[in-house]
């Protein structure tokens, strides 16, 4: 799986700032003229957050295997609809959430066998991996906290803990195994020394 240069992922627990720094690259870029959209998982399409909504949905009492194929499913419309094209179009795509987040949720929290999202992977993105992934890193209760402010949970910030705590160990043993293309940030500091760090990054591998 190739890395494509203009694909960039924010990855991270519930909280950790994943849509406020991928809003702030977004504006970045945009400063130096360059053409970006800043699109989400799941979701990112019409159908994509048809999707998430069943997804996310409280109420629902879902299957592991379910919740995987949903995510496959939204993904699969977001990259040929979305993040394809833009790509060849030279516009700079910017996803809150990518298949790390597969990995960590689906695979390191929920127990499913990570050689099975490795396959499915193959069929709904091939060819297809961000050049740059952001982990924003912070503690778990920090992030629910964060997040305490929206009106009503989601299934996932509904989940106890310990589901979290797999979830960020989860993302942890992604960044060890690839640390060219997931860059660790501490998120427990402000938005702006965040931005700092993520913008100089960027220019180091904008080259
Ligand atoms: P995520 O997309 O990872 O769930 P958000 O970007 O939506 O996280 O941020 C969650 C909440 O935390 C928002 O209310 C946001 O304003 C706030 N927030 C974002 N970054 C920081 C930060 N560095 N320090 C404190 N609060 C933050």
New binding site residues.
Partial sequence: MSRAKGFIS?E???????????KRLAGYFRSKGKKVIHTAEPGGTNIGQKIRELLLEPENHMEPLTELLLYYASRAQHVREVIYPAILDDTIVIT?RFSDSTVAYQGYARGIDLKLLSRLSDIVNPDLKPFLTFM?DLDVEE?LK??K?ASKKDRFELEAVEFHTRVRKGFLQIASEEPERVKMID?????D??SEDIIKIIEEQWR
């Fill in positions: 924010f991270g627990i519930e909280g950790s700032g994943k849509s406020t720094q991928a809150d924003l992030g964060r997040n402010k998120a427990s500091r402000s938005q020394e965040i």
